[in-house]
């Protein structure tokens, strides 16, 4: 699956830079006037919210998306060629959403022939957040690949949390930080 | 009940990363998830990740010091490092963007209550691309302390935050650059947040080597991004040692 040719030994291995807060005055630096469309001419809208433990909107996150195009091809070096940008970044509005302009994925392959169904990788970034939290959106209309996708077989009765919901022109995924609603995250 | 033969698995470095519940850091206290992180395989969306290249860069964003016709006030300094993966190998070009406040520990940022002058010719950002090397250097101002609200008399070390890609979505990493021997480290929750073993990592280094002659002081920060290559999982070294 990767091309890198060598396997590090212990004595190689360097320990990683810790992560930090993104904190609340990253907007002069990170946002950009395009950040939001991962395709300016995509038929979809992906709108991310979040809430914390409380129910309370997070209007300080940051959002970062990460996708492969309608084909399952991402503009990366092992990721089957496509020029498509795939990522997008937001910040939260004041009512804690991320709004996105972008193409419904394709499905992915997977080892021993599995089938990833259409999803969307999801940073979430928030003064409060020491290290981002990592998630995915599904989409509501692929209940047959959602059956069958490894990391929501994963979830058990979580799984939905992760599917998006239809709404006008696009779908919209709540994130909860925590609390009774509580959004599974991953470690990758 | 599905058994998944499993793609290769990552070395994650658990130990040199804060617990996102971190109570003397107050605004962790209802944002921090309370269930355990699942497993995600690396698989072909982890795998890859934005590559986002030199049109995300102009010509003198890598100086902060000069805005708007003027210079900005404060201690010139040069910071300058080498990006690497945990597994040593170099990450070239790539997107390394900063923010900091000003000498006056002020952001140029609305929300920012705190009454220190604002600089008219210092905006706090900057972002450059490592080089072959993975290498790295911009020109700023040393950023001020400043107060915060999180309990009695609490200030934030000077820092400068650091948002980084790598090459694949698991390299992504945002943290903050200190200075040496701050002497608010022992009050702030964020930096203690870090296990103890790892807090030198978040330091930089004063570097004569760097600093110019009559203009600016130097100092070297390295980062270490997670590493790429197919490690295997070896639960014996995964949480709490650390033998840097």
Redesign the interface.
Known sequence: MTSEPTTPSRTTHSWTTPSQTIGPFFHAALPWADGSDVDPDGDVTLTVRVLDGAGELVTDALVETWQADAGGRFDHPEGGGSSFRGFGRCPADATGTAVFRTVKPGPLPAEDGLVQSPHVDLSIFARGLLHRVVTRLYFPDEAAANATDPVLLSLGSDAGRLVATAVAGGYHLDVHLQGAAETPFFAV | M?T?????QY???A??????D?PA?R?????????P????????????????GAD?VHPGDDDLTQDRGGEAVGQRIVVHGQV?D???RAVPSTLL???Q?NAGGR???V??RWPAPLDPHF???GRCLTDSEGRYRFTTIKPGAYPWKNHANAWRPAHI?F?LFG?S??Q?????MYFPDDPMFFQDP?YL???EA??S??VSAYDHSATVEEWALGFRFD?????????PFESD?EVGS?D?
């Open positions: 599905t998944l033969h499993l793609p290769p070395r994650a470095d130990g040199s990363h804060p617990l996102l971190s850091y605004s962790t206290a209802l944002r921090h998830p309370t269930r992180l699942r497993l995600l395989p690396q698989r072909l969306t982890e795998l890859t990740g934005p590559l986002l995300r690497r945990s597994d040593g963007e900063v923010w406040a952001y140029a940022h929300l920012d905006t706090g950002v935050h948002s090459q979505f698991t992504r990493l945002i943290t903050q964020i947040s870090t296990p790892a807090r990592r978040l980062i270490v991004l997670r590493g790429r290559g197919a490690t070294q650390d840097v």
